[in-house]
DNA sequence: GTCAGTGCAAACTTTTTGCAACTAC
DNA sequence: GTAGTTGCAAAAAGTTTGCACTGAC
């Protein structure tokens, strides 16, 4: 799926989720859908802030990103990732429930990778009265770099 | 697994751990984690000092239980999970990659789940020069309950 | 016109840090 | 003895909130 098209089904299924709530469509909201849109990978609230006012030239406060991230979090259309201190963020459309996330124990790197197998084993998951919605999976481990750094350092011990 | 046996095996494995990091084996670090494996599910920091102090009688600083956990964590025998606003914690030993999470969207209640299919699922992922240690998987969507209730509210809807 | 949303700053919560005293090695 | 650890309080970091003004419906 192409980038636009992405943003397109999003702002509609965002449309959506505020006529149910009864929440309205501002400006701004819109705005920020389509900056988180334009992110490829992760970001935080401050790059998508920067982003806004910076890049896109749209003026908008700290809070209002704060809140209308919560709602499209709440709405499903941005994933929120709480890793380290900050927040991280990803656009949901198009990417959730097909891609997973490596993450770095020693450095933190967060990086993506797919899996068809393990995509449809998660897609097969029924468990009692629960609806399920998404799929977020971590793995957790030492990626190529650190354990490259880690094995020279151990050589060097052994000198 | 029992109890018991969990919390020799984390011990052992911490134990290691602080030999290998040279860092030291005090008497509160051992305290926490004994305190940190007489819970069966999750906890929170606060819930951990509090059963500390007042329940098991060893006074210790939020501080250092603040660096003891994160010290636990990286030695791979606490999870921590960032849900919401505080940090929740759980037992690794004879817990981690053997159960995943259910998270309600609506009311934020985690509940865990076994699932051996998947689990040797996730045991084939193979990722480049990723080394897997373990994963968190947390699958979202509504709890039995919050559906029931918003089948009661559409009702009372439509009346 | 009304009520939700915005912007600002202040508040709040959670977690980390600096420093002196202490203790495991 | 030395360097890592603890406890305390203070600070930092991240996020939410109160309030007056604005604007979507």
């Not at 149910?20 to 909201?29: D, F, G, I, W």
């Not at 919605?133 to 971590?138: A, G, I, M």
């Amino acid at each position: 799926m192409e980038t636009g098209e992405q943003l397109k089904r999003a702002s509609c299924r965002f449309e959506e989720y505020l006529q149910s709530h009864r929440q309205r469509k501002t400006p701004e909201r819109f705005a920020i859908l389509e900056a988180v849109y334009s992110f490829s990978g992760h970001f935080t609230l401050e790059e998508l802030l920067k982003r806004m006012i910076e890049e896109r030239h749209f003026i908008v406060s700290r809070a209002t990103v704060y809140n209308t991230i919560n709602i499209l979090t709440d709405a499903g259309v941005v994933v929120r990732h709480r890793l380290g201190g900050t927040a991280e963020y990803e656009k949901a459309v198009g990417m959730a429930d097909s891609h997973f996330h490596l993450i770095c124990s020693k450095c933190g790197a967060m990086k993506e990778f797919h899996d068809e197998k393990l995509l449809r084993s998660l897609s097969e998951i029924r468990v009692g009265k629960f609806t399920v919605d998404s799929y977020t999976l971590y793995v957790h481990g030492i990626c190529a770099k650190c354990a490259s750094v880690m094995k020279r350092k151990k050589k060097r011990l052994l000198k």
